[in-house]
């Protein structure tokens, strides 16, 4: 008799392979695959073909010689995604703009008024000035009208050029001057008026320009104007260059965004929450009203729409009105969110406050039907068993050293899902938004990646930089030697250390950043996530309750979260560890090894007739 048990996750499908009779249990192998689909729909089939083809060509069987299968009460959870910017910047009348081009030529701080090039010859000399190069200006061109101005006397302290000519300019000039280029819409600055420019030294930021106090001693403002410039300086901070241009007429603004308010219907009471006040403000609601029952919100929002989403997906697949999806869960994590400014003359970008929202909807296993009729049409005979989470607890009881009481966590990528069972081997378990996908989510948000793929990678591997062509500085500070020279695509650039294997980033921010922002997203997702989940099924909400945590899921096999966790949980004096499915297969399966167990004990208790 051999038997398949199949765990169908919302990002990976595994399967396990077993031989029983009736008194044994034999483990054949274990298979993977991506998902195929929505979980618990028909789709799933492709993916479950997949892992099984894995599974059986590891144990040197045929698909055709499984004679049972077994899948859990399958509860969909969909999950999604949202981040709202809650404050943005608006520049109105060209009044004061902050920009931070990748390669600004010179150093140094200038003040002074703007003038265009072409009118450089009729200035006076005892007046500062901030010069304009537009784009129909070469380089060699700009660059001998400015050395003509100089040596005429004429006071340049400063250039704003169109192109990404910056340090060409700069390299052609006898005086050194801070020069900012890539100003896309130079035409639309005020001539005239005051500007400030500052340009760091190479390894340095900007001191002045990233300090209202130091804008309003540069351009002389007054308190009023001082406190219109805080969210240019705020803007600013630890760029390497920037500049400033105050028109009389014109104002920055940072207004906040009616980003929304949701409801939490809960067992307890009811609150309705604005999000522009944070995601703590939403969280403490959440812990207030109870076990959550559903979730509403402003519709043409950012939150409402994704709500909308969420529950039309669930709507499709099983046949419900919309109005009869209920969200089961919730997560908030306050965030920084890029946005490029409103009226802004080079495309700036300017960092701003948002918080992102994971939700979820537990749907019924009424729609299973179509994925069994699947299974049974491509692979064998196949029954429905017990709940997900209570399969998962009865893989992780094969990992070796493990006894109830027994908690068990198994953060995936729409959900962190948590159990326990005591002493009278009574279970409690809960189900949580907010997992590895929106880890993935805000790293690229708050990297302005545009590319979920490559954030996906910044997740799951460490980083190194080259800084030769025989060793490359790994993020912890360890130093990796070559014998032979790197490629020349690896030199000076930030890498992605793929098991050994090292894979250029071609992004702009340097690897401290890049892991600080990545650390930060895990702890406030995975870590703060994990730690509510298994507080919901301690006994008494009391973590120094759990002595044991088996730790299961792919997630688990995370190059640091797991060691994050361990950091925070230590503090209450609990053990905590990564599984090890059946003495072998790591973290990996405790869902399909606990499916084919019940399965083959279903048998063998003669509640499954074949």
């Given at each position: 008799m051999i038997v398949a048990g199949i765990d169908v996750g919302n990002s990976t499908t595994e399967v396990t392979l077993a031989e029983g009779n009736k008194n044994t249990i034999r483990f054949l192998s274990s298979g993977i695959s991506d998902t195929t689909g929505l979980k618990g729909t028909q789709d799933n089939i492709v993916g479950i073909l997949n892992a099984l083809q894995d599974a059986t060509k590891k144990s040197g069987i045929s698909i055709k010689d499984i004679d049972l299968c077994g899948i859990n009460k399958v509860s969909p959870v969909i999950g999604d995604i949202a981040v709202q910017n809650v404050t943005e910047t608006?520049?109105?009348?060209?009044?004061?703009?902050?920009?931070?081009?990748?390669?600004?030529?010179?150093?140094?701080?200038?003040?002074?008024?703007?003038?265009?090039?072409?009118?450089?010859?009729?200035?006076?000399?005892?007046?500062?000035?901030?010069?304009?190069?537009?784009?129909?200006?070469?380089?060699?061109?700009?660059?001998?009208?400015?050395q003509k101005a100089l040596k005429n006397g004429i006071n340049v302290v400063g250039a704003i050029v169109q192109n990404n000519d910056g340090v060409l300019i700069s390299n052609r000039i006898n005086k050194t001057i801070p020069i900012i280029d890539e100003v896309k819409n130079i035409e639309k600055i005020p001539k005239g008026s005051i500007a400030a420019i500052e340009v760091a030294p190479p390894g340095q930021y900007i001191r002045e320009l990233s300090n209202p106090y130091g804008i309003a001693t540069l351009l002389k403002l007054s308190p009023k104007e001082t406190k219109k410039v805080i969210p240019i300086a705020k803007s600013l901070i630890g760029k390497r260059s920037g500049v400033v241009i105050m028109a009389p007429e014109g104002e920055v603004k940072e207004k906040v965004v009616p980003a929304g308010s949701i409801t939490l219907i809960g067992k307890n009471n009811e609150i309705t929450v604005d999000v522009s006040e944070g995601a703590d403000a939403i969280m403490d609601a959440l812990s207030m009203v109870g076990d959550l029952l559903n979730v509403t919100a402003e519709k043409e929002t950012n939150i409402g729409s994704m709500l909308h989403h969420i529950r039309s997906t669930m709507a499709a697949v099983s046949g419900l009105p919309t109005n009869e999806i209920m969200i089961s869960d919730l997560y908030a994590v306050d965030t920084i969110v890029p946005l490029k400014v409103k009226g802004g003359l080079a495309n700036e970008i300017f960092m701003e406050s948002g918080v992102g929202i994971a939700a979820m909807v537990k749907s019924n296993s009424a729609f299973l039907g179509a994925l069994i009729t699947e299974i049974e049409k491509n692979i064998a005979p196949c029954c429905i068993l017990g709940d997900e989470t209570l399969m998962a607890l009865l893989g992780a009881f094969t990992t070796p050293g493990t006894d109830i009481p027994l908690a068990i966590l198994d953060v995936g990528g729409g959900s962190i899902d948590a159990a326990y069972i005591d002493h009278n081997y009574?279970?409690?378990?809960?189900?949580?938004?907010?997992?590895?996908?929106?880890?993935?989510?805000?790293?690229?948000?708050?990297?302005?990646?545009?590319?979920?793929?490559?954030?996906?990678?910044?997740?799951?591997?460490?980083?190194?930089?080259?800084?030769?062509?025989?060793?490359?500085?790994?993020?912890?500070?360890?130093?990796?030697?070559?014998?032979?020279?790197?490629?020349?695509?690896?030199?000076?650039?930030?890498?992605?250390?793929?098991?050994?294997?090292?894979?250029?980033?071609?992004?702009?921010?340097?690897?401290?950043?890049?892991?600080?922002?990545?650390?930060?997203?895990?702890?406030?997702?995975?870590?703060?996530?994990?730690?509510?989940?298994?507080?919901k099924v301690a006994p008494n909400n009391d973590l120094r309750k759990l002595e044991y945590i088996v730790m299961i899921g792919g997630s688990s096999l995370d190059f640091e979260y797991p060691h994050m966790l361990m950091e925070e949980l230590t503090k209450c004096g609990v053990v905590v560890g990564q599984g090890n499915i059946r003495g072998k297969e790591g973290p990996r399966n405790a869902v399909a090894t606990g499916l084919a167990i019940a399965l083959l004990k279903e048998i063998q208790d003669g509640k499954i007739e074949l």
């Open positions: 608006i520049i109105t009348e060209s009044s004061m703009i902050g920009h931070n081009p990748d390669t600004p030529g010179g150093c140094g701080i200038g003040v002074g008024v703007i003038v265009d090039i072409n009118l450089l010859e009729n200035i006076s000399k005892s007046q500062p000035v901030i010069v304009l190069v537009p784009s129909d200006w070469s380089f060699q061109k700009a660059a001998a009208e400015l009574e279970v409690r378990r809960v189900n949580m938004a907010g997992a590895g996908n929106m880890v993935s989510l805000l790293i690229n948000e708050e990297l302005s990646l545009h590319n979920i793929e490559v954030a996906e990678e910044l997740k799951k591997y460490p980083l190194g930089k080259s800084e030769s062509l025989f060793h490359i500085r790994n993020e912890d500070g360890s130093i990796s030697f070559f014998k032979n020279p790197l490629r020349p695509e690896l030199f000076a650039r930030v890498l992605l250390n793929k098991n050994g294997d090292y894979i250029p980033i071609l992004i702009e921010h340097t690897m401290d950043k890049i892991r600080s922002i990545r650390r930060e997203v895990k702890y406030n997702v995975l870590v703060r996530n994990s730690i509510r989940a298994l507080k």
